[in-house]
């Protein structure tokens, strides 16, 4: 069974700091480029972030450029996502995701992060 | 970047009707396009893949077609269990892919 578990969201202060992690199992981790989605309280999904298989290369929205860095052991099967600089319109929930090759479609519950003062 | 445009935003119907959602693309984007639904409080689920693609397990009453810059998803004889938020997903330009706004469908 597939599985992708998030963790690490919470509230956090405007310009603070947090990091996300995924726990990925039930599939080959090394083979899949991985992704970071948001959907803000009440709005639609945004894609923020993916990195190719072996890390080598990754990608950013430009909302999020500068500020949050995508990384991944594939030793230990797990995605990171670092982010700093929070503002509070980076509040939401956070999917971890393997969906850059439909029709492959793996998705995490989710983590939530609140950027709050 | 590709930007999506989806329609309408929301929309009112009933069980048994059939109800469009069209996709547009800022740009070209072949056949690169997806469809998602998502329920309250889930993640969202793929329906459609590649424009036209059903998605293993998805109902037959959902259809999608298109190329190049419109896209539409259908879902004929709308059941209990459509209500939800759909979205389109350009797959273009992968592992950089970007989502429309969402179309909710409610109840009428």
């Known amino acids: 069974e597939v599985q992708l578990v998030e963790s690490g969201g919470g509230l956090v202060k405007p310009g603070g700091s947090l990091r996300l992690s995924c726990a990925a199992s039930g599939f080959t981790f090394n083979n899949a480029d991985m992704s970071w989605i948001r959907q803000a309280p009440g709005k639609g999904l945004e894609w923020i972030s993916s990195?190719?298989?072996?890390?080598?290369?990754?990608y950013y929205a430009d909302s999020v450029k500068g500020r949050f860095t995508i990384s991944r052991d594939n030793a230990r099967n797990s995605l990171d996502l670092q982010m700093n600089s929070l503002r509070v319109e980076d509040t939401g929930v956070y999917y971890c995701?393997?969906?850059?090759?439909?029709?492959?479609?793996?998705w995490g519950q989710g983590t939530l992060v609140t950027v709050s003062s | 970047d590709i930007q999506m445009t989806q329609s309408p935003s929301s929309l009112s119907a009933s069980v048994g009707d059939t109800v469009t959602v069209t996709c547009r693309a800022s740009?070209?984007?072949?056949?690169?396009l997806n469809w998602y639904q998502q329920k309250s409080g889930e993640a969202p689920k793929l329906l459609i893949y590649a424009a036209s693609s059903l998605q293993s397990g998805v109902p037959s009453r959902f259809t999608g077609s298109g190329f190049g810059t419109d896209f539409t998803l259908t879902i004929s004889g709308l059941e209990s269990e459509d209500f939800a938020t759909y979205y389109c997903q350009q797959s273009s330009t992968t592992p950089s892919l970007t989502f429309g706004g969402g179309t909710k469908v409610d109840i009428k």
């Open positions: 990195i190719s298989t072996g890390g080598t290369h990754t």
């Open positions: 740009q070209s984007i072949s056949h690169y």
């Open positions: 995701a393997d969906i850059a090759t439909p029709p492959i479609d793996y």
